[in-house]
């Protein structure tokens, strides 16, 4: 568990405004989502705080294309990692994409170097290609999600990151948003500690646990389907889905009870329970500074508009390592 540094209580009025939503009669307003108990919050990684899914995405196609030529298989196609990987284990992504060509290789041993063609050797090799890359270009945090994540921080929430992936710590550290979370629960300490991983509820259940707080007051913020699965499939005050351009109809059916489509469309949400939570926490003077603390001054000028987030149709979701 590391500290970090707790943003001051400004922070939430002082972020910009909220990034219109696309389609706003098809779910219910996210300002309108009751935060009132939730006292922690559950982030996915890939996909939720950073754009790194696609990184994922192209290191798996840079895998499993010259391989499946190789072996005579149908070529990999980008369905493939939408159906057999987003969201899932690295190994485990290996193996059901081997699976959906029929392909049989051994399962060799974790410590596998990448040449070796077993499951833990591809994916080795595929996560070569993703530090590799990550290491040249480098990674850029979601603005949104900088700025829900800093405003729940300063309304006293606890945060946490629950992410398949195995690079969680160096995509944090690449991003700049180590600092920020007192707990990381990713595929590391999964595979250490014999966590199941998603769709099972467990990685998150732990985290929760490690914030010291129970499910019902901790939502979980993700973005792929196995993810929100993970979420529906545990007793979470929250699931929140974030649509990165594949469309609402899934997280919907898979049990998100909020769609957004970037983090600050909940940041009204945030103040609210703020607001409600000050007078039993208070009393009035104190609630008089609160609202003090979360209302722009008349004097201030307002912060410039939010940057667009990128979101391109079928942008890769989430989380493999």
């Not at 996915?44 to 950073?50: E, P, R, S, Y």
Request: include cysteine; hydrophobic fraction near 40%.
């Amino acid at each position: 568990m590391t500290t970090h540094n707790t943003p001051d209580a400004s922070a939430i009025s002082a972020t910009p405004n909220p990034s219109p939503r696309h389609d706003a009669n098809a779910d219910p307003d996210p300002a309108d989502v009751d935060l009132r108990g939730i006292r922690g919050w559950l982030f996915d990684l890939d996909g939720v705080l950073t754009p790194t899914a696609i990184v994922h995405m192209h290191a798996w196609s840079r895998l499993f294309t010259p391989f499946l030529a190789e072996h005579g298989a149908a070529p990999y196609v980008e369905a493939d990692y939408f159906a057999y990987i987003d969201g899932k284990p690295r190994y485990d992504g290996v193996r059901s994409l081997l699976e959906s060509r029929g392909i049989r290789i051994p399962e060799g041993e974790v410590a596998d170097g990448p040449a070796r063609e077993t499951v833990h050797g591809l994916g080795n090799r595929k996560n070569d290609a993703f530090n590799q890359t990550l290491e040249d270009e480098g990674v850029q945090p979601y603005p949104a999600s900088v700025a829900f994540l800093d405003a729940v921080i300063a309304s006293g929430c606890r945060v946490a990151v629950v992410s398949s992936s195995k690079n969680a710590p160096s995509v944090l550290a690449a991003a700049g948003i180590a600092d920020r979370f007192e707990v990381v629960v990713d595929g590391l300490v999964a595979a250490r500690d014999g966590i199941a991983g998603k769709p099972a509820p467990d990685m998150f259940e732990h985290a929760a646990e490690l914030l010291g707080l129970p499910t019902t007051a901790c939502a979980v913020v993700e973005d792929a389907e196995s993810g929100i699965r993970a979420g529906a499939a545990g007793d979470f005050g929250l699931v929140v889905g974030v649509d990165r351009g594949v469309g609402r109809e899934a997280p919907r059916e898979l049990g998100a009870e909020a769609i957004v489509d970037a983090l600050d469309e909940l940041l009204p949400a945030v103040i609210s329970a703020r607001s409600a939570a000050r007078p039993a926490e208070d009393g009035p003077a104190a609630r008089a500074g609160g609202e003090a603390a979360v209302s722009r001054s008349a004097d201030e000028p307002p912060a410039p508009p939010a940057p667009p987030e990128p979101h391109a149709r079928n942008e890769p979701r989430e989380d493999h390592a």
